[in-house]
């Protein structure tokens, strides 16, 4: 079986270079889609791997790419994610069982402030515990259960990544982690400050989690 590997790109955003190399363990029948509102050059790497274009817009971005997929495994990559051989392989074992589920990966930063494990704990408790991991966890599932899950909502400020888990488990569909860890970068963290970051992050992923918590409980009664 192939893969189709999603990658969505902003503006003056380089990173995803580093993760090209990352993907060199690919098999020929493999492609990759960059999925931006501004070409991508692609005349160096394999004839499988594409420049999708899109307007901006992470929901619009990873729609267009599922979309235009041409495998029925689907893997969504943030440009600034390092993945290793063992998430490939991780990745392949699940396309034999990926049928009405979503795979995803421990997170873990290699840069930021040293406040970093905190947050690592925290979302290892988030998507571990809870089964509520981001997008920058590296999604893996099938396309059927994309189209199941009605896709990325596109009329979102943030958090897209978020209200897609929520629905899978309105929907009964499971969430499962993988054993090896995904990396992404903390620049966010770096810029902004660990503790204004944190706090926004908390305050907007519970306002968005409540209605959605409301809705799932609501199922069980």
Known sequence: MALSIIIPIGPNDLSWRNLVSDLKFLSPDDEVLFVSDHEIDTCELPC???FISSPLGRAEQLNRGAQSARHETLWFLHSDSRVSAECLRAVRS???QADRQI???PLAFYDGPNSMFITQLGVWFRSQLLKLPFGDQGFCLNKKTFNHLGEYPTD???GEDHIFIWRA??????VIPFAPKI??????YQKNGWNQTTLNHLLLTWQQA???LKKL???KC
């Open 48 to 50: 499988s791997w594409r």
């Open 103 to 105: 795979g995803f990966f």
């Open 156 to 158: 979102l400020r943030y």
């Open 94 to 96: 699940f396309e034999q």
């Open 217 to 219: 409980m609501r199922q």
């Open 183 to 188: 990396y992404t970068s903390a620049r966010k």
């Open 210 to 212: 409540k209605p959605e």
């Open 169 to 174: 488990h309105q929907l009964k569909i499971p």
